[in-house]
């Protein structure tokens, strides 16, 4: 499994308070759920981002890691939090993928079955179909997953995780930020 098994990549701080998931806490654990590395180290105790061991505060959310007990393992609810987001995105990027294909495919015999020029030509009519499905089918699945698929599958997972880090934040006491 690679990074390309996640489409919908982007780093940008959303504004809603949670801070899941830095970069290098996504990197680290996407090794980690691949198996690449243990899920061991010294990270930050409230973004769990990965920390080098001298330092005081968190490159990513400027936690004072010193005044409270930093973490040797990101919590298993964080990492399912995580595997949970990826998974939710690409579905909705693949279901709208296939939306975009199937709309190719019937809308290209819809065309063509509609167009009096292809009447009694077969060829023609079987070319046009070719071209219609090899251009259509990838511009509308790229156009329906990459955007809409995106846009919609990062929303629901990212409600997901927002959902995993309250509860995790009132089950450990963590007040915000
Ligand atoms: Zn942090």
Redesign the pocket.
């Known amino acids: 499994m690679t990074n390309q098994d996640f489409p919908g990549e982007r780093r940008f701080k959303p504004d809603d308070n949670c801070?899941l998931f830095?970069l290098r806490l996504e990197n680290h654990l996407v090794d980690v759920i691949n198996g690449a590395v243990p899920n061991r180290g010294n990270f930050?105790?409230?973004?769990?981002?990965p920390?080098g061991l001298l330092d005081a505060l968190?490159?990513?959310?400027?936690?004072d890691?010193t005044s409270t007990e930093r973490l040797d393992q990101v919590p298993e609810e964080i990492v399912l939090a995580m595997k949970n987001q990826r998974s939710i995105e690409s579905r909705w990027v693949n279901s709208f993928a296939y939306l975009g294909v199937l709309i190719a495919v019937v809308g290209g015999i819809a065309f063509v079955l509609a167009t009096p020029i292809f009447n009694d030509r077969l060829i023609y009519a079987t070319v046009a179909y070719g071209l219609i499905l090899l251009i259509g089918s990838r511009v509308l699945a790229g156009f329906l997953g990459g955007y809409f698929g995106d846009q919609i599958g990062y929303s629901k997972g990212r409600a997901q995780t927002i959902k995993a880090w309250d509860a995790y934040r009132s089950k450990n006491r963590i007040s915000s930020q």
């Open positions: 801070p830095s930050c105790a409230y973004c769990f981002s920390m968190c490159v990513e959310c400027q936690f890691s």
